[in-house]
């Protein structure tokens, strides 16, 4: 049973186009963060939010998280061919010391020129 | 600064098989964590080290899965014996602390178990 749900799974558009992953949870983290990951790679941290509402911007993306932190999304405008790989989720258990995280499936993004 | 440094790169073994996998830490990351990432799906933790101490380990197939960081810096990823089903790619990731810090990851180790 996955902890969060990403859709879509699979995602190809043309360069320009605008998109939005989605992250869902019914469960409640202390924070949120999303990775990207390229082939034959480990994935990067892009960004952590962590209060309901809050809204972060990274040049082109746009990454929101739920009033009742239970979801998130990322939003990319005018997507480029360098935008192409495997963007994750990742939650953080409230009350966790450890610093655990759990990961989603992954939305697999392809941007064709 | 290096990253997280791991090998092998790629392990091709046959079923009931061992195979070992070393990681290196960024210098100075007292946390080190071991994912496992299936085909498909996202990592998912296997072990993570404090130093050289255990903190959570409860996703761990203690069966034949073990893993160990002696000096609390490099560690090693022992499987013995694979299983089919243990076809993945293994990630090392580091961080500075626990809870809210940054986790950087390494490229991983490709296996494949025939």
């Known amino acids: 049973t996955q902890l969060l749900e990403q859709s879509p799974q699979f995602l190809s558009i043309q360069e320009g186009e605008n998109l939005t992953v989605y992250c869902n949870s019914s469960?409640?983290?202390?924070?949120l963060q999303w990775y990207r990951q390229e082939p034959g790679e480990g994935p990067v941290l892009l960004v952590t939010v962590v209060t309901g509402g809050e809204v972060k911007k990274l040049k082109r993306l746009t990454f929101q998280f739920g009033d009742a932190r239970k979801d998130s999304s990322l939003h990319i405008t005018a997507a480029q061919p360098g935008d192409t790989g495997l963007y994750l989720c990742a939650g953080a258990s409230r009350g966790s010391t450890l610093g655990r995280l759990y990961f989603g499936r992954g939305t697999q993004l392809t941007v064709w020129p | 600064e290096a990253g997280v440094a791991q090998s092998p790169r790629y392990k091709i073994i046959e079923k009931r098989q061992s195979v070992a996998f070393w990681c290196n830490p960024i210098?100075?990351?007292?946390?080190l964590y071991w994912y496992q990432q299936i085909l498909g799906q996202g990592p998912k933790l296997l072990i993570q080290?404090?130093?050289?101490?255990?903190?959570?380990d409860s996703q761990l197939p203690k069966d034949r899965f073990s893993a160990e960081r002696l000096k609390g810096v490099d560690s090693t990823l022992k499987i013995q014996p694979a299983k089919l089903e243990d076809s993945a790619v293994y990630l090392c990731a580091s961080s500075q602390g626990l809870a809210g810090a940054t986790q950087y990851f390494g490229p991983g180790t490709r296996l494949t178990v025939l």
């Open positions: 210098s100075g990351h007292a946390t």
């Open positions: 080290f404090q130093n050289n101490g255990v903190v959570d």
């Open positions: 469960s409640v983290f202390s924070s």
